[in-house]
């Protein structure tokens, strides 16, 4: 009997969206029904928007930190961390989610690149700490005293994502990228496929339907992530 085809790959970078989390109820962004259509996100989601009216904004993170306090992992999720916890080189997982469901699945240290929904963070002097709560708009940050600087820890438009050298040095060592639910139409996570192609990297897209950038793929498998993610975790553990 042959060796599992996982051993082939020394290292492996994950990179998820929004796709990964959606079957826990969690809403897309940029599909139909996504949160986008139901929100300008130059009001919600830029430091623009912001300044402007601090109150819309932090009435909409307090609203989704509720929508995330009721969503669980779903099958996706826990076939992710039980990759990483097989595999014996090298293990990156990039999320583009600002949810902790990975983190709920059992996977040790996800890399947050657009920041994690349950931490606030001080535009002011840069403190963060972990608030599952609502921001009230009379906040007082606890670090420098200031009123009104707090502000989810996410990365808005326009702003830069966080560890990106952390991720193109794992991306520029990588044997195995695997995209899991994402659009493939947000940069720079957009681009990360062509930095893995580029380092010799085998390719791999799960995703409910092909992304933008489907053609730099060389393996593709579409449905849920539900089912799609599991499937493909089970066939790298398999016997060659």
Known sequence: MGTARLSRYRSIVVLTGAGVSAESGLGTFRDKDGLWTQYDLNEVATPQGFAADPLKVLSFYNARRKNLADAKPNAAHFALAQLEAVHEGSFLLVTQNIDDLHEQAGSPAPLHMHGLLQQDLCHRCGWRGPNSGDIPYDNVCGACGELGTLRPDVVWFGEMPYEMERIERALDDCALFISVGTSGT?????????????????????????????????????????????????SLQKPE
């Open 186 to 234: 947000v940069y720079p996570a957009a681009g990360f496929v062509a930095l893995a192609r580029a380092s010799g990297a085998h390719t791999v897209e799960l995703n409910l339907e092909p992304s933008d950038g489907q053609s730099l793929f060389e393996e593709r498998h579409y449905g849920p992530a539900s089912e799609v993610v599991p499937a493909f975790v089970g």
